[in-house]
């Protein structure tokens, strides 16, 4: 809750007039307590969850030939049935656990900092506190997502992520509930390392989902906008880690490549690229296969 009573006294407080969307964050939030606000990340991870994935879900039933030519893995597809099914089992998941570990997580966000109040951070700041928050995520989801794929955590956690072979946006949280506990521990190390405003964190929040929805989407768009982030892996990279299932020690990488490259745990999707790549090359300029000549035109 804002310590002002008035638009009035808060610019005095300040020593400046509002800018506008402090006026309009004043206006919504200076009668709300800090826990009710940080509360909202439930409601946003809803609306992300069932919002985001849908419209590419939508395309990909109607079959339309400029979608379906991008799709990673074209002869797996999921009827309507095993999709809302996969929907539904990430919503009780939902609110038998993200939703429930939110309420009770409060403490955490006072203890580290996290603010409410004016003034708002600037556009810097918060792309600042952002890509802090990529990288350090980044990092650490690497090495538990690693640690997942020994026999014991993959059989015991991590197998139920990969049931989901040719991934789908909707099971970018499906998953163990012990992986789900697990894997929340890289998304708040960023915000406790850099603490800043509650928007920034609603901000992490929903663009980490959006990110992960993304990269298990199943499709590779050419002209997307992440193929302009520098290191960023994509639904291509990730998709190569779902196909080879419980033998992957490959793309570990949650958002960026640059781990897997490092420590060398993309070898076999690189030699995977030059072999696709090589036989693409012998098709668009015709090879002999079978004793004939075969042509793509």
């Known amino acids: ?35 009710f ?10 609306l992300v969850f069932s919002l985001v994935p849908l419209p590419l ?19 797996v597809r999921l009827s309507l049935a095993e999709t809302f099914k996969c929907y539904k089992d990430v919503m009780r998941m939902f609110f038998l656990v993200v939703g429930p ?18 003034p708002l951070p600037s556009w810097r700041e918060i792309l600042s506190q952002l890509l802090v928050y990529f990288l350090v995520e980044d990092y650490t989801n690497y090495w538990i997502h690693r640690f997942l794929h020994n026999d014991w955590g993959y059989e015991k956690i991590h197998r139920v ?3 989901y072979h040719a991934p789908i946006g909707f099971a970018a949280p499906y998953a163990h509930w012990a992986e789900i506990l697990i894997l929340g521990i890289p998304s708040f190390l960023g915000p406790a390392m850099v603490p800043g405003h509650i928007i920034t964190f609603w901000l992490w929040i929903a663009l980490r989902q959006i990110e992960a929805i993304d ?11 992440t193929k302009y982030i520098p290191f960023y892996g994509g639904a291509e990279y990730h998709d190569y880690h779902h196909y080879v299932g419980r033998q992957s020690q490959s793309n570990f990488a949650s958002v960026f490549t ?17 072999i696709l790549q090589k036989l693409k090359e012998e098709l668009a300029n015709g090879v002999e296969q079978n004793g004939g000549l075969y042509k793509t035109d």
């Open 1 to 35: 809750m804002l310590p002002y009573a008035s638009i009035p006294e808060a610019v005095a407080a300040l020593g400046r007039n509002l800018t506008f969307a402090e006026t309009l964050w004043f206006n919504y939030s200076a009668a709300k307590s800090d826990y």
């Open 37 to 46: 606000l940080y509360c909202h990340n439930i409601l946003f991870l809803f």
């Open 57 to 75: 879900v939508f395309l990909e039933f109607k079959r339309f030939s400029f979608v379906s030519s991008h799709k990673i893995q074209p002869k």
């Open 101 to 118: 570990l939110q309420l009770i997580s409060y403490p955490s966000i006072q203890m580290i900092g996290i603010r409410t109040g004016l």
């Open 161 to 163: 992520h990969h049931e």
């Open 215 to 225: 990269t298990h989407s199943g499709y590779d768009f050419p002209r997307s906008i």
């Open 258 to 274: 640059y781990c897997d490259y490092i420590y060398g745990t993309d070898k076999g999707y690189r030699y995977q690229k030059k």
